[in-house]
C-alpha cells in the first residue's frame, strides 16, 4: 500500500506478498523516522563494524568462484540485518520487487494474484485477490505453499519465494498446497491482474452490497464514485463486504471510513517511545445513519481489521463473519537508492477504543461459518444472509468455534 501522503510509506502484512508483485498493508502516511545516512550511524562504532569489513575482505579474496556480485553481497547484507530484528513484517525489497509493489498498489500486475506471509516459516496465503487466477483456481485463505515448480518453499524468504511463484501472464506454475494437513496439486495460469477495487450491487431485499477486495491508492475514489448510485435507490441497510480483503493503505483507510462515521476517531497508532497519534474523520460522509453490517473472515487484514474495528468501536454498525487475520503492526516504506525499498515497523494501530488485535484479530459480534467446500457443491453463503436477515430485523444465531486446549478459538 503505498500511500498517497508521503512518497515512501508501507505496511505489510507484512511480509506479505502478493505473487506478482510486492504486497503491502496498512502504511503509515506519516513517516516519523527516516532511514538515511546519519540517523543511527553515530551510535555504531567503527569496531562493531570491523567484523563486517574482515568478512567482506575475506569473500573477496579467498573465496573460490570470482568475481563475487557486490550488489547481490549488498542486498543480502540488508535482508540480513532486518531478518535480524525477527519481526516479518520488516523487510528489504530488491529493486524488482519495489517496483511489483508499487505496480499491484496502482492497479495491475502479472502473477497468480495471491497475497502471503511467511507464518513460521511457511509460505502462507492471507487471500487471493477477486477475480485472480489464484481465486479460480480455488486457492484458500490459510493455504500454505509448500512447492512451485518442484522447489520447497517451506523456509524460504517470501521475496525468493515470490520470485518463483510469479511470472509473466499466460506462463503456468505448479503448485503444492498444503490444506489441512492434505497437499494439493495445483497449476495456475499466470495473468495480468487488474484491480478494480470497489464493486456494489442492490440486492433483491433492498439491501445495498458493497465489497472492497483491498484498499489500493484510488479505492476511496471508486468508492465515493459508487456510494451515490447506490444511496438514490433508497436502501434499507448496507452490507460492507471485507472477507479476504488484505488491507492496503493507511490514508486511504481513514478517507472510506470518513464515509460511514460521524466526526471522530477511526484509529490510534502507538510509536515506541509511548507516543499516541490519533487519526479522525471529519462530519462529512455519505453514508454515515444507514443501519450497517461488515463481513469478516480470516482472510481479512490490517487495513480491513482498521476499518471494521472503527465501525465495531463506534458502535457504527455490527460485524458478522469469523475473527480476523490479526496484523496490527504499521510499517513506513523507504525506497532506497538502488530503486530497492525497505520496510520498517514503526508503531502499532489500536482501535478507537485502544485495544491491540496484533495476532490476535478482529472478534465479530456474530459467529457465523460458511460451509465447508464440496466438489460440485455451489454453496450457501451463510455469513451474508447472516447479514441481510439482521438488517431485515430478523434474529440470527452466533456460532462460536470449539475452544482450543489453550481456550482460545480455533
Not at 546519519?38 to 562493531?48: D, H, L, P, R, S
Not at 549488498?74 to 531478518?83: P, R, S, V, Y
Not at 488491507?247 to 470518513?258: K, N, P
Request: net charge negative; charged share 20%.
Amino acid at each position: 500500500m503505498i500511500s498517497r501522503l508521503a512518497t515512501s510509506v508501507t505496511a505489510a502484512i507484512l511480509a506479505v506478498f502478493i505473487f506478482a508483485g510486492g504486497y503491502v498493508l496498512a502504511q503509515s502516511p506519516i513517516a516519523p523516522v527516516q532511514v538515511f545516512p546519519g540517523t543511527a550511524v553515530a551510535t555504531t562504532t567503527n569496531e562493531q563494524f570491523e567484523p563486517f569489513w574482515e568478512v567482506w575482505g575475506l569473500v573477496h579474496d579467498r573465496y573460490l568462484r570470482q568475481p563475487v556480485d557486490d550488489d547481490a553481497l549488498i542486498e543480502g547484507a540488508i535482508d540480513g540485518m532486518l531478518a535480524a530484528l525477527g519481526d516479518p513484517h520488516t523487510r528489504y525489497l530488491s529493486p524488482d520487487d519495489q517496483l511489483s509493489a508499487q505496480e499491484s498498489m496502482d492497479g495491475e500486475f502479472q502473477g497468480i494474484g495471491a497475497e502471503v506471509e511467511d507464518v513460521d516459516g511457511a509460505i502462507t496465503v492471507v487471500a487471493p485477490i477477486d477475480g485472480s487466477p489464484a481465486q479460480e483456481a480455488g486457492i484458500q485463505p490459510g493455504d500454505i505453499l509448500r512447492e512451485a515448480d518442484g522447489v520447497p518453499l517451506t523456509g524460504m524468504d517470501v521475496t525468493e519465494a515470490a520470485a518463483l511463484v510469479r511470472g509473466p501472464a499466460g506462463t503456468t506454475v505448479s503448485l503444492v498446497i498444503e490444506r489441512n494437513g492434505e497437499l494439493l496439486n495445483i497449476d495456475i495460469v499466470r495473468d495480468v491482474i487488474k484491480l478494480a477495487t470497489v464493486r456494489g450491487e442492490m440486492l433483491e431485499e433492498g439491501i445495498a452490497y458493497v465489497r472492497l477486495s483491498r484498499f489500493g491508492n484510488n479505492t476511496d475514489e471508486e468508492l465515493a464514485d459508487l456510494l451515490p448510485t447506490l444511496l438514490d435507490q433508497n436502501p434499507t441497510g448496507l452490507i460492507l463486504d471485507l472477507r479476504r480483503n488484505p488491507g492496503g493503505a493507511l490514508d486511504t483507510t481513514v478517507e472510506i471510513a470518513d464515509q460511514f462515521l460521524t466526526e471522530g476517531l477511526v484509529l490510534v497508532e502507538r510509536f515506541g517511545d509511548g507516543e499516541l497519534r490519533p487519526f479522525e474523520v471529519d462530519d462529512d460522509g455519505l453514508a454515515q445513519e444507514i443501519p450497517m453490517v461488515v463481513l469478516i473472515d480470516e482472510g481479512s487484514a490490517s487495513a480491513s481489521e482498521v476499518l471494521a474495528g472503527a465501525i465495531q468501536d463506534r458502535g457504527r454498525g455490527i460485524i458478522i463473519g469469523q475473527i480476523s487475520f490479526g496484523k496490527g503492526t504499521v510499517q513506513t516504506w523507504h525506497t532506497l537508492s538502488n530503486n530497492g525499498g525497505v520496510r520498517v515497523t514503526i508503531a502499532e494501530w489500536l482501535t478507537p477504543e485502544e485495544s491491540s488485535i496484533d495476532q490476535i484479530g478482529l472478534t465479530p459480534d456474530y459467529y457465523i461459518p460458511l460451509p465447508e467446500p464440496a466438489p460440485g457443491v455451489e454453496l450457501e453463503d451463510t455469513q451474508l444472509q447472516a447479514a441481510i436477515a439482521f438488517l431485515q430485523g430478523e434474529t440470527i444465531i452466533s456460532i462460536p468455534p470449539e475452544p482450543d486446549p489453550q481456550g482460545k478459538p480455533e
